[in-house]
């Protein structure tokens, strides 16, 4: 299966959080409108589950089929309402052995990669629809209608209603890294031999471009060339547009551009900015109401924040926790409700949409200890002060804290500070799913590491 892969604006979003943070980042001269002050959240955190326990949590995979959410833990798939809720049918749940990666969303099946074969289920029963026999090394991706398949320098395009093979074509060199699908074009990324466009109806290859595959959409594809310009190509081929030091995600004739200023809506094909927002994040979905924004500020926890489609503003945003990569196992699903489904940390889930009725406002006491990790004696820290949710305490000599903090569903921001450097991934994120939160902290220098 394809295997996770780090997306090249990460380390521009890096880049350019220092140019934000410094002040070096200006907008630029007739940039078009600022985005509108945030109105009432009407974004959040709708429902939270517990994550079925897994002896491997960092397998444990995500696919929203139709109003089904699966979640497979490496052995087990289970069926849940995608929206939250109980499990669907009847508890049904399928014992399989699978591969790395194994867990995918075809269009009204999820793809299941075992050892030795690619097995489509109905996503409600979990009962098997087709079966293919593959080579244990062949990697899979789904795009659309689609699924596609490498393995013995062979490219597959296969329906993923019935299992049958369109068309095959030779592709000697490249493990497969992504695939997006537009207006009769097939997009392909190849590791380390860049991009590859077939027809999709005939599997001719069409050109090949020596760059990263963003997305595809409206008739055109969004090309990275080496992790700082974007370029816009048709179907064709032909180059509509080049943005220089940005990336973008396309949806239909908006091209949604992060750059050193923000992020900034374009109309395609003027290119005439109808917004911009100045957030330091890569937009990773978009839909007719809402654009969502993966947000790494230098001086806080990662976010994904939604912003108005039509005017920037922002509508809402759920701390998602810290670290690089893509979104923790994410599951996009369309439509009102939850629109996304991630894991935070190997317990929870979570179901991000639509903003469901308000919680009621009460407090709740929050003890720990912070303490330096590392050390067989767990030294306590004295003196530190803790944020949890924007209220502060100071640890005692024995490294205790207490603070009284609102009940919420959705993660909450959590920094560490003290008198010495910390080496420590602060600030962080957590959910407060008990009375207890104990913080290690990592001193720069200690002097104390595991034997």
């Known amino acids: 299966m394809t295997p996770p892969r780090r997306a090249p ?28 002050a945030p109105a009432a959240p009407t974004f959040g955190v709708r429902w939270r589950q517990a994550l079925p326990r897994t002896t491997a949590p960092h ?8 109003d089904t959410l699966l979640i497979g833990d490496g052995a087990t798939i289970r069926a849940r309402r995608a929206d939250g809720g109980a499990p669907t049918g009847r508890g049904a ?76 074509a030779p592709l ?38 020596a760059d990263y595959l963003g997305n595809a959409s409206g008739g055109r594809v969004a090309i990275n060339v080496g992790g700082a310009t974007t370029r816009i190509l048709l179907a064709d081929g032909t180059e509509a547009r080049r943005l220089d030091h940005a990336w973008a995600y396309l949806d239909g004739d908006t091209a949604f551009v992060m750059d050193a200023a923000g992020v900034a809506a374009l109309e ?8 911009r927002h100045p957030h330091v994040g890569a937009v990773v979905a978009a839909d007719a109401a809402r654009v969502y924004v993966d947000e790494r500020a230098p001086d806080g926890p990662r976010a994904l924040v939604a912003l108005d489609r039509a005017t920037g503003a922002e509508g809402g945003r759920v701390i998602i926790g810290d670290g690089d990569g893509d979104l923790p196992w994410p599951a996009w ?19 991000l949409g639509d903003r469901a009725a308000p919680e009621r406002a009460r407090l709740r006491t929050v003890r720990g200890r912070v303490r330096i990790h590392g050390c067989r004696a ?32 959705a993660p909450v921001a959590v920094r560490v500070e003290t008198e010495r ?17 104990d913080l290690d902290a990592g001193w720069l220098g200690a002097g104390c590491h595991d034997e």
């Open 59 to 66: 397998r444990a995979q995500l696919a929203i089929i139709g």
């Open 378 to 409: 767990a030294a306590p820290v004295a003196g530190a002060t803790v944020a949890i949710a924007g209220v502060r305490a100071i640890s005692d000599r024995a490294g205790r804290f207490r603070v009284r903090v609102p009940t919420t569903r």
């Open 9 to 36: 604006w990460i380390a521009l979003i890096a880049a350019l959080a220092l140019e934000v943070g410094s002040g070096l980042a200006q907008p630029a001269a007739g940039a078009g409108p600022t985005a509108a």
């Open 268 to 275: 395609l094909p003027s290119g005439a900015t109808a917004w």
């Open 93 to 168: 749940r399928a014992r399989l052995t699978l591969a790395h990666d194994a867990l995918l969303a075809g269009d009204g099946v999820a793809l299941v990669r075992t050892r030795d074969a690619l097995i489509a289920l109905d996503p409600i029963t979990l009962r098997p629809r087709w079966r293919v026999a593959c080579a244990p090394m062949t990697r899979t991706a789904t795009a659309g209608p689609w699924v596609v398949e490498r393995s013995r320098g062979t490219l597959t395009l296969r329906r993923a209603g019935d299992g049958a093979i369109a068309w095959t």
């Open 172 to 209: 000697p060199f490249g493990d497969l890294h992504g695939v997006a699908i537009d207006d009769g074009t097939l997009y392909v990324q190849l590791l380390g031999e860049g991009v590859v466009a077939f027809d999709v109806a005939t599997g001719h290859e069409r050109w090949r471009a």
């Open 421 to 437: 450097p910390l080496d420590s991934p602060f600030p962080t994120a957590a959910l407060l799913d008990g009375a207890r939160l």
């Open 333 to 351: 699903r369309p439509g009102a409700g939850t629109r996304v489904v991630i894991a935070f940390g190997d317990r929870w889930l979570l179901g």
